[in-house]
């Protein structure tokens, strides 16, 4: 929707200089909008959607690791366990995550151990002062942008496959996260709530739009970044939440976090992602933008077509993805 969203803003807004995207995930709108031009705030209630936002929208060079003996990903890439001081008893995710200690098969053990050393190391670097804070969040994006690519998932955690799928058989490989120019931006890692008054030209909000919450289906990234040993729980393995359980995924609660958002916000423009097929119908969702924009400001954009792919083929015909695009009274 990338070209959608810059054509949204282009037709509707003059003088935006501060951008917000305030439901960042892996923070591909907000990297994209900093390339633009803007300066960008970005957030997100998942820890490791923080880590991605660090690395893509506030970093403008690759980090310093001249303290380090060597490339960081070089070297994390050939971590093997006999050559590290690591304990079995350290690796969580080769404990709980791998047939090497449970029954789950998410990773092939050879991986899930690789992602325990690279993880405990880049903690270890960072602890010892060899890396700063940019390059911490640097390489803990390379990995969690590599872990999806042997994990024996169908495309979220919630569940893992029953078969090894061919793609888990490759060794986990690190390589250099994207670094994205521009104005100076900003990541946080806040309820969206928390967000509200902090100034801003425009307000992009891609909220969740159906009742499946983001942390069940994230859950293995959200503990690979946080590195916690959280007490999990279940088939899956999933660590416990409350902090991280969206009104927008609640239908008792999603009009009034939607007309919280609008009417809470400091931003002149507003521009809303969402379905026809939303929690919230789209009747309600028109009905709460008009109650808060200037006389003929809003537009409501709608694409018949989803263009991201997963396994799973698309067949719901009627589905429109949707842009709600206001100018606040
Ligand atoms: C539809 S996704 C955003 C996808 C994003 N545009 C991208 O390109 O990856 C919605 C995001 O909202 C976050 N989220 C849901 N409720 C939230 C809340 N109350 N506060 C902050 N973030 C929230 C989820 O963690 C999830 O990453």
């Excluded at 010892?128 to 690519?149: C, F, R």
């Excluded at 970044?225 to 660590?239: C, L």
Aim: proline letters at 5%.
């Amino acid at each position: 929707m990338l070209d959608e969203i810059d054509a949204a803003i282009g037709a509707g807004t003059e003088n935006v200089q501060t951008v917000m995207d305030i439901f960042a995930g892996t923070s591909v709108v907000a990297s994209h909008l900093k390339t633009a031009g803007y300066q960008v705030l970005s957030n997100d209630f998942l820890y490791f959607s923080y880590v991605l936002q660090k690395c893509h929208v506030e970093l403008d060079a690759k980090p310093d690791f001249s303290e380090l003996p060597g490339d960081p990903i070089a070297i994390l890439n050939d971590l093997d366990f006999k050559n590290t001081h690591y304990t079995e008893e350290q690796c969580f995710i080769y404990r709980n995550y791998s047939p090497a200690g449970s029954a789950r098969m998410f990773f092939r053990p050879e991986n899930a151990m690789k992602i325990d050393l690279i993880r405990l190391t880049i903690e270890e670097w960072f602890e010892k002062a060899l890396i700063d804070e940019k390059g911490y969040y640097y390489l803990l994006t390379s990995l969690l942008e590599a872990v999806p690519y042997v994990a024996n998932i169908a495309g979220v955690y919630a569940a893992y496959l029953k078969f090894w799928d061919r793609r888990t058989y490759k060794p986990l490989v690190l390589e250099e996260p994207a670094i994205y120019e521009g104005a100076r931006s900003r990541a946080f890692w806040r309820n969206y709530t928390d967000m509200l008054s902090v100034e801003c030209d425009l307000l992009y909000a891609d909220p969740p739009y159906n009742s499946r919450e983001y942390l069940p289906n994230y859950h293995i990234l959200e503990t690979i970044a946080r590195y916690d040993y959280p007490k999990i729980y279940g088939v899956t393995g999933m660590r416990e939440y409350d902090e991280q359980k969206s009104d927008f995924c609640k239908k008792a609660k999603v009009a009034a976090a939607f007309e919280k958002l609008i009417s809470g916000c400091r931003a002149r423009y507003l521009l809303i992602s969402y379905n026809n097929e939303g929690l919230l119908p789209t009747e309600e969702l028109v009905r709460i933008c008009e109650k808060y924009a200037a006389p003929n400001t809003f537009r409501l954009y709608e694409y018949e077509y989803r263009r991201y792919k997963n396994k799973i083929p698309n067949n719901r015909k009627g589905l429109k993805e949707q842009l709600y695009f206001l100018e606040r009274s």
